[in-house]
C-alpha cells in the first residue's frame, strides 16, 4: 500500500519536473547575482550583504510560491524545499558578483605604468 507522498510523486511527469527544475535554478541564479551586483554597487559589508542576500532568497521564494498558486508540491518533488534553498552555488555565485562589484565601485587601488619596468607597480 502506498502512501499519499507516493501517489503524488508519481503523478508528476519526469520531463515537466526537469523543465521546472531548469527554470527555478535560472532564475535562483540570477536573483543571486543581481543581489550581489546591488550589495557590492551600495557598499554594504558583512552582515548587511549576508542580509540582502536572505532578503532575496526570501523575496524570490515568495514570487516562486505565488507563481506555484501555493502549491510547489505539485510542481517539483521536493515541495516548498526546493523552492526554499539558496543552494551552494547560488550563495558562491552572490559572493563573486559581491566582490566584484564591489572592487569596481570602492576599490582604492590606484595603477601606476612604469615605462622603464616591465610590471605594474601599485601606489598606496
Not at 550563495?91 to 622603464?116: A, C, K, N, R
Amino acid at each position: 500500500m502506498s502512501t499519499d507522498s507516493n501517489d503524488a510523486a508519481q503523478l508528476l511527469y519526469p520531463p515537466n519536473v526537469q523543465y521546472n527544475g531548469s527554470k527555478v535554478y535560472t532564475i535562483k541564479f540570477l536573483s543571486s547575482c543581481f543581489a550581489g551586483a546591488a550589495a557590492g554597487t551600495l557598499g554594504l559589508e558583512t552582515w548587511l550583504g549576508f542580509g540582502l542576500f536572505l532578503f532575496s532568497t526570501l523575496l524570490t521564494f515568495a514570487c516562486l510560491y505565488v507563481k506555484c498558486k501555493a502549491k510547489p508540491a505539485k510542481y517539483a518533488p521536493g515541495g516548498l524545499w526546493d523552492l526554499l534553498n539558496p543552494g551552494q552555488d547560488n550563495m558562491f555565485s552572490f559572493l563573486l558578483v559581491w566582490t566584484l562589484f564591489y572592487g569596481i565601485v570602492h576599490g582604492e587601488i590606484t595603477w601606476q605604468l612604469d615605462p622603464t619596468a616591465s610590471h605594474i607597480n601599485t601606489v598606496p
